[in-house]
């Protein structure tokens, strides 16, 4: 399976301006049932992205108030990127290899195509296992 698999079914690509709060960011990251967001400039280009744990560390536990910081100034821009053709294999190496939760998808051609969570790949290898255990379970124990 590849990231395009992955990124298929859905149909919004999340992202905040590196200008909203951190507040906003935090709104929209709770109202879209999401943990992270690529971050675009006035311009439109991926500059960062910003999760909860960003606000979590950076913001509330520096008791700094969200209303008064912008995405821009807690975003984390050491931006690690993965293809749509990659596999699954692939992001699962980088995200260990960089100790990350999420990887921004970005294709050459069309720009940031969304994020995929180590939660995306777990729901899949959980679903491919079991999937593999059902079919074992027919073929030891076959319904007659």
Known sequence: MKVSDLLRARTEVFS???SATVH???RYLRDQKVRAVGVRDSGGALVGIVSQSDI???VAAENKCPAWMRVSEIMSTNLVTIAPEASLEDCLRLMEKHRIFHLLVVDPGAGFRGLVSAKDLLKVIASDH???ADMLESYMFPQH
């Open 16 to 18: 905040i301006s590196d």
């Open 24 to 26: 906003d960011a935090a």
């Open 56 to 58: 979590s560390e950076k």
């Open 130 to 132: 079991k999937e593999r």
